[in-house]
């Protein structure tokens, strides 16, 4: 892609390019509804109120919720809804990662809706040149249960056998269609007790699927003290059979919820001491997959942008093709837009992960990403700061 700006003059707060495709009635709706979610106790209260309309069908709950925080961080309820936002992100060289956003699915015949829900996701993406890939969350086509026990070596009976394999099957007819594609498949990560079983159905794809391109990407989580050395071994594993990786590179969502069951059931916690050391083995993950991209196709989906720059300012420094399909960033829908528009508009293969679904399906999805914007997790207004900063850049 031909650069709009110089990747040497790379800059986060150019707040002109970040929100370039956002009308002023756009901007003004955001920074009403980024100083809504910048107040903890609201936000505490209209998740609980929003999860209990929403599920009991109160009259007006839908539309509410639709017409502020989902359409702010959804794509859309189905694919076609979700079009005209692909199509504009890709007026601003941005691609798509599909998020189907249903969760806490269970019983073979829901699992296997979902199966068929990524199925068509894999469909629509082959005809969108700016859907590369679509993301697939084991815990929507398999249940919870079975992947905790069998990240625990623990015997299956019968029963449990079938249930897994048929997870197995779902997993592979999705992995070989991708391939069919020619679409890229983000499984994602989960707790610590599920992800044994998860990197092991992830390795099992990517020896199958990833040998002459990359189809099948893995999750990486660096908040957890052991997955930088994890991500060593998977390489040189792939090395020695000779096929691909795929790492997409997340710091992590359930830090506290690991923390809690380590205590509660007396066990090391797989998590880092501290933030330093996740950012440090964060951007030691980078840099070994940037070192390595002809090996490993990786993802950066952050929102920190120290991260980010450095993984720009190393594919410079070293001379690599900013484009290569192997080097890509990913930030949220709706969250982070300093970051991915102007990585686009210097030429780097920016990405936004698209969550889509229905209203009462996302729910728990949206909740989430209002708490991250409140201080709840204490990242108060960084979103609203460049927002503010728009506004007043455009005189409103």
């Known amino acids: 892609m031909e650069h709009l700006i110089a990747p040497e003059k790379l800059d986060f707060s150019n707040t002109e390019i970040a929100f370039s495709d956002k009308s002023n009635r756009e901007l003004k709706k955001m920074k009403w509804l980024f100083k809504l979610m910048n107040k903890e106790k609201l936000v505490k209260i209209t998740s609980s109120l929003g999860l209990f309309a929403v ?10 919720v639709k017409s502020t925080i989902f359409n702010q961080f959804c794509g859309g309820e189905g694919l076609l809804d979700s079009q005209s936002n692909i199509d504009r992100l890709h007026k601003s060289h941005i691609l798509t990662i599909l ?13 296997e809706k979902v199966a068929q829900e990524f199925l068509k996701g894999l469909e629509f993406a082959a005809s969108n040149e700016s859907v590369p890939v679509v993301v697939v969350k084991l815990t929507a086509i398999g249940e919870n249960k079975i992947l905790s026990k069998r990240s625990e070596k623990a015997e299956f009976n019968d029963a449990e056998k079938r249930t897994y394999h048929q997870l197995k099957d779902r997993l592979h007819r999705i992995c070989k269609k991708a391939k069919s594609l020619g679409v890229g498949i983000f499984i994602d ?13 992830a390795d099992e794809m990517m020896e199958m699927y990833n040998k002459e391109r990359v189809v099948v990407y893995n999750t990486f989580q660096l908040y957890r003290h052991d997955r930088l050395e994890f991500l060593y071994k998977s390489h040189q594993k792939a090395q020695q059979g000779n096929y691909l990786i795929g790492a997409k590179l997340v710091r992590g969502a359930y830090m506290d919820k690991e923390r809690k069951r380590a205590i509660e059931m007396g066990y090391p916690s797989p998590i880092q001491p501290n933030k330093e050391a996740t950012d440090r083995d964060y951007n030691l993950a980078l ?38 399909p192997h080097l890509n960033f990913c930030q949220l829908y709706g969250m982070s837009d300093n970051i991915t528009y102007n990585l686009a508009a210097s030429g780097y293969n920016a990405s936004k992960y698209l969550v889509y679904g229905k209203v009462k399906e996302v729910l728990p999805y949206l909740i989430r990403r209002a708490e991250e914007n409140s201080s709840v997790t204490g990242d108060i207004g960084r979103e609203l700061k460049y927002i503010e900063e728009e506004v007043k850049r455009r005189g409103l």
């Open 189 to 201: 990560a989960e707790e610590s007790w599920m992800q044994d079983a998860i990197d092991e159905l």
């Open 99 to 111: 998020d189907y956003g249903a969760e806490g699915k269970s019983g073979e015949e829901e699992l």
């Open 55 to 64: 599920k009991y069908s109160l009259p007006f709950a839908k539309t509410i």
């Open 287 to 324: 840099k070994y997959c940037l070192d390595h991209y002809e090996t490993i196709s990786s993802c950066a989906a952050t929102h920190n942008a120290k991260s980010c720059f450095l993984q720009a300012e190393h594919i410079e420094q070293k001379k690599m093709p900013n484009d290569h």
